[in-house]
């Protein structure tokens, strides 16, 4: 039931920059901020970037994310072993009440 | 450090209510202030968010699932919980049990932060 929109996969070697896109429409992502996390292997979701680019505390500052319209990426620079995980983007929804939605995620896989 | 777990049973029959509950330890429900959300993940497959209930016991519900969800709250206990009638396979499920509402996002909204570790929930007969 995902309304935002991730490729499957991205990958890169160690040190390299990635970068995630996640496409969604003008009642999420185009009149809402999105928020991204981060889930490791057989563990819970964990809030990697709130607001469209904030970090919680003790997110490196090598995650970024960015929006414009109804699109947002997110951005991994020197690329590690640990950040191998699968990505999410999630916004709020404003079609029917309020809901959240989350993209379809994206495997990142270090080389 | 606020801990959630959830907990219920790991399998439930077809056409039966899934109910689950979420513990809250180190922090209270009823201090306000945060949206306690449920949300799960079909296996090998994405997030789907059910909802979330303020501790007052208003309630926002994924409109998918709306005519089947119930969000409680218990603060006597300091819980919160799930019910989900009319399940079929496709209920099959990890459940997370999830805090929203230490980090405001400009839109006016609080995106769930703290996640339990999630239950395994299987639907057959």
């Known amino acids: 039931q995902s309304v935002l929109t991730q490729p499957p996969s991205a990958s890169g070697t160690p040190g390299q920059r990635v970068t995630i896109s996640c496409s969604g429409s003008?009642?999420?992502?185009?009149?809402?901020?999105v928020n991204w996390y981060q889930q490791l292997p057989g563990t819970a979701p964990k809030l990697l970037i709130y607001?469209?680019?904030q970090r919680p505390s003790g997110v490196p500052d090598r995650f970024s994310g960015s929006k414009s319209g109804t699109s947002a990426s997110l951005a991994i620079s020197g690329l590690q072993s640990e950040d191998e995980a699968d990505y999410y983007c999630?916004?709020?929804?404003?079609?029917?009440?309020?809901?959240?939605?989350f993209g379809t995620g994206t495997k990142v896989t270090v080389l | 450090q606020v801990q959630l777990q959830e907990s219920g049973p790991g399998l439930v029959k077809p056409s039966q209510t899934l109910s689950l509950t979420c513990t809250v330890s180190?922090?209270?429900?009823?201090?306000?202030?945060?949206?306690w959300s449920w949300i799960r993940q079909h296996p090998g497959k994405g997030l789907e968010w059910i909802g979330y209930?303020?501790?007052?016991?208003?309630?926002y519900y994924n409109p998918s699932l709306k005519s089947r969800v119930t969000i409680s709250v218990d603060t006597s206990k300091n819980q919160f919980s799930l019910k989900l009638s009319s399940v079929t396979a496709a209920d099959t499920a990890v459940y997370y049990c999830?805090?929203?509402?230490?980090?405001?996002?400009?839109?006016?909204?609080?995106?769930?932060?703290?996640w339990g570790q999630g239950t395994l929930v299987t639907v057959s007969s």
């Open positions: 999630a916004a709020w929804d404003d079609s029917l009440n309020v809901f959240y939605v």
């Open positions: 180190g922090g209270s429900i009823s201090s306000g202030g945060y949206y």
């Open positions: 209930i303020y501790y007052s016991g208003s309630t």
């Open positions: 607001s469209n680019n």
């Open positions: 003008s009642s999420n992502i185009g009149s809402n901020t």
């Open positions: 999830a805090r929203a509402g230490d980090y405001y996002d400009s839109s006016g909204y609080y995106p769930p932060n703290y």
